[in-house]
């Protein structure tokens, strides 16, 4: 392992080129057999600053990154984003609440991205003590996606730590395509088409397209 961390970076004799193959994803296989999604650095690159530039990600941010590294939420929102912004990242081996709550406490987390489920582990670590509530309440930003945030959760992670959870919405095949404002952050929904991504509302009678 020493060789390793001590070995020079590899360096490659020219740039990627844009359209060249960067990551390939794994789908979940929820309605079918998982398939492979292949997407480009430009795509990547593209998609993530147009995301992250929305939350307004900053070299001074810290990100507490706790999400699975083999979906787009965790590898292209939390690693490529936080590379592409110069940020630091505070990276757990698993989500634990009270490890995040220490990160905000103890190591300057400035944001978090999470789903429902760890949400609800930070609200019970929250009503546990102000303490907790208060170490929370350092933070910038908050993030929720790959599933719906029940409204009431919102409400009362608002209640206890003064942030208003920002919701938005992807997923393998498109990355990120919809999120709230940084300024407007509303339960129960999920915002508006990201910059450079149309979206497409179908119903049985036809269907309009919002760009």
């Known amino acids: 392992m020493a060789a390793l961390v001590d070995h020079r970076p590899l360096r490659g004799n020219r740039e ?14 929820t309605t079918g057999k998982s398939k492979g999604v292949e997407h480009s650095f430009r795509a990547v690159v593209n998609n993530t600053l147009s995301m992250t ?3 307004r990600f900053d070299p001074s941010d810290r990100l507490a990154l706790s999400l699975p590294l083999f979906h787009v ?16 990242t505070l990276l757990s081996e698993r989500f634990d609440a009270r490890a995040i709550i220490r990160a905000f406490a103890a190591d300057g987390a ?16 929250a009503a546990e003590s102000s ?18 945030l029940p409204a009431d959760d919102f409400a009362r992670f608002e209640e206890l730590t003064g942030h208003r959870i920002l ?10 395509t919809l999120s709230n404002t940084y300024e407007d952050r509303r339960p129960g929904t999920v915002g508006f ?19």
């Not at 990627?16 to 296989?29: H, N």
């Not at 088409?193 to 760009?211: A, F, I, K, N």
Request: glycine share 12%; proline share 4%.
């Open 16 to 29: 990627a080129e844009p359209d060249a193959l960067a990551t390939l994803i794994y789908t979940s296989g």
């Open 73 to 88: 939420h965790g590898l292209c929102l939390g690693v490529h984003g936080a590379l592409l912004h110069g940020m630091t």
């Open 193 to 211: 088409p990201v910059p450079g991504c149309e979206v497409r509302l179908v119903e049985d009678s036809g269907y309009w397209t919002s760009e």
């Open 167 to 176: 919701e938005r919405y992807g997923m393998s095949e498109t990355l990120f």
């Open 110 to 125: 400035t944001v978090f991205q999470g789903v429902p489920t760890m949400y609800v582990r930070l609200l019970e670590g």
């Open 131 to 148: 303490q907790n509530a208060r170490a929370l309440a350092r933070g910038r930003l908050f993030t929720a996606g790959s599933a719906a």
């Open 53 to 55: 530039d929305l939350w």
